[in-house]
T-cell receptor, first 115, second 112 residues
Framework: EAQVTQNPRYLITVTGKKLTVTCSQNMNHEYMSWYRQDPGLGLRQIYYSMNVEVTDKGDVPEGYKVSRKEKRNFPLILESPSPNQTSLYFC??????????????FGPGTRLTVL | KQEVTQIPAALSVPEGENLVLNCSFTDSAIYNLQWFRQDPGKGLTSLLLIQSSQREQTSGRLNASLDKSSGRSTLYIAASQPGDSATYLCAVRSGGSYIPTFGRGTSLIVHP
């Protein structure tokens, strides 16, 4: 089954404790991205990647890191989480990043709480 | 900078009604517009994607239209059902950017 998976689905942590949220897709997609969703602010893109070893900042990259060492995986790293990073996080992928035709496929989400 | 607005923010209708959800955007130079459905606590599911050269797309009871000149898209849902209850989001890609701009969504409740 074609899908985007994220782990963990729920995470409660404390300020400053490094964490990684994994994202994996099995559709051989080149384009992957991370979003956060907050009440009243909607979905905002954090980082995206056009291909292996190619990443770029989205609208809200501060406090986050990403890496793309393999095509299928795109982990989101919070080196020193803070309470304002409490949010619902989504990973997404699409086949080529073609701006005209690309359809994004989303993972189920990771709900992160930073105390 | 592109801004996307969805009206209404919430909608409650009885089962069987035909309904229209609206999405407006400020920059008409778009590449595509995509409609998504989000169930509570779940990820987004793509419903329809309209390329900039297209006027509408249809899938089952859903029909999405695009009018770039007026900066508007509508999602038409025919014969609504309780299973259609969800939040509907539109997202626009524009300006050569790989960063889509999302609206804040319309929360739809269809009651039996």
């Amino acid at each position: 089954e074609a899908q985007v998976t994220q782990n963990p689905r729920y995470l409660i942590t404390v300020t400053g404790k490094k964490l990684t949220v994994t994202c994996s897709q099995n559709m051989n997609h080149e384009y992957m991205s991370w979003y956060r969703q907050d009440p009243g602010l909607g979905l905002r893109q954090i980082y995206y990647s056009m291909n292996v070893e190619v990443t770029d900042k989205g609208d809200v990259p501060e406090g986050y890191k990403v890496s793309r060492k393999e095509k299928r995986n795109f982990p989101l790293i919070l080196e020193s989480p803070s309470p304002n990073q409490t949010s619902l996080y989504f990973c997404a992928s699409s086949s080529s990043g073609d701006l005209n035709t690309d359809t994004q496929y989303f993972g189920p989400g990771t709900r992160l709480t930073v105390l | 900078k592109q801004e996307v607005t969805q009206i209404p923010a919430a909608l409650s209708v009885p089962e069987g009604e035909n309904l229209v959800l609206n999405c407006s955007f400020t920059d008409s130079a778009i590449y595509n517009l995509q409609w998504f459905r989000q169930d509570p606590g779940k990820g987004l599911t793509s419903l329809l994607l309209i390329q900039s050269s297209q006027r509408e797309q249809t899938s089952g009871r859903l029909n999405a239209s695009l009018d770039k000149s007026s900066g508007r898209s509508t999602l038409y849902i025919a014969a609504s059902q309780p299973g259609d209850s969800a939040t509907y989001l539109c997202a626009v890609r524009s300006g050569g950017s790989y960063i889509p701009t999302f609206g804040r969504g319309t929360s739809l409740i269809v009651h039996p």
